[in-house]
């Protein structure tokens, strides 16, 4: 039926798909992303600058443990390029799958990434910050592979109708919108992460002072306070990491970016959830659609 794809038409339409060129795609030379005209897929504009968010991405895992101020720099500037990319599609003409599909997993990645660094800062929140990484890939990939196997011929992920959802709607298609809900939620993370560098109140030490010891303590700032190496048989454990992080900057400015980007990440975690439930409604129409035209369920004598 109409609108209705089985996993094998699926995969034999996009098998038989047109590149730019109006040339069949070939599944078995690599040689296929460059066309006759010169063009090297791999090298357009925009996908240039998701490679280099990949970099700057990978810079500010290798800084993070440690140096929040430089982490978070690299950090943000990967995320803004990522309004950057879609700008210089438009303007060069250079809209293609790969790029979309580039931008998506560097997106997903590096969010998880940054997830996964704070569950370990603060393992009191790990089950929390492990249900966001869990929603988020879940809800992106269900919606994907739903826009993929019951969508139009080449339809976008975020070409989304009024009629299937007004907020799904207006979040792809409004790019204000889309920018500030992944900007902020990006930029509350980011706090969070610069949190664990400043608040007690989220990321207690894991040293306390020594009982029996007034005035004595192996908090930072004590003139008692001893080389970490004294005390962790590995400066890579949770707690020379800790005690390495503890006090290095102030934590006024962090809790105030949390405060403003608090909602807007709440909201979009929201929004994740309705695409999940909205995708999941989309596969199980096709599945009844499909089942009806086989004749399924077939009545029992």
């Known amino acids: ?24 795609h070939g599944a078995s030379s690599a040689s296929r992303a460059f066309s006759e005209k010169g063009e090297n897929i791999f090298l357009f504009y925009p996908n240039i600058i998701g490679y280099s968010r990949i970099v ?12 929040p101020r430089t982490c978070s720099l690299l950090y943000s500037v990967s995320c803004l390029l990522d309004a950057l990319d879609g700008y210089a599609a438009r303007y060069f003409n250079q809209s293609t799958k790969f790029g979309a599909v580039l931008d998506m997993v560097t997106d997903r990645c590096t969010t ?13 929140w790990s089950l929390l910050f492990q249900g ?27 070409k989304v109708d009024k009629s299937r959802s007004r907020i799904l709607n207006l979040y792809y298609n409004n790019k204000t919108v889309l920018f500030i809900f992944c900007a902020l939620n990006e930029v509350f993370f980011i706090a969070l992460y610069l949190l664990s560098f400043s608040s007690p109140t989220l990321s207690p030490s894991l ?27 590995s400066p890579y454990s949770a ?23 608090c909602p807007v990440m709440l909201l979009k975690q929201f929004i994740n959830v309705v695409q999940l439930i909205k995708a999941s409604n989309w596969l199980a129409e096709g599945d009844i659609k499909a089942r009806e035209a086989m004749g399924l369920p077939k009545k029992r004598k």
């Open 207 to 233: 040293l306390q002072p020594l009982p029996n010891s007034p005035g004595s303590s192996v908090q930072p700032g004590n003139p008692a306070y001893p080389s970490p190496s004294t005390l962790f048989a």
């Open 56 to 67: 700057l991405a990978l810079a500010s895992l290798y800084y993070m443990p440690l140096h």
């Open 132 to 158: 966001l990484i869990s929603l988020d890939f879940a809800s992106h990939y269900m919606h994907m592979f739903a826009t993929l196997s019951m969508g139009e011929a080449g339809q976008s992920h975020k």
């Open 1 to 24: 039926m109409a609108g209705v794809k089985t996993r094998k038409q699926t995969a034999e339409a996009m098998s038989s798909q047109l590149n730019g060129n109006g040339r069949a």
């Open 239 to 261: 707690g020379a990491l800790e005690l390495a992080r503890a006090n290095k900057m102030d934590s006024w400015w962090p809790w105030a970016i949390a405060g403003i980007s």
């Open 112 to 124: 998880a990434c940054l997830l996964v660094f704070l569950s370990s800062a603060w393992p009191r």
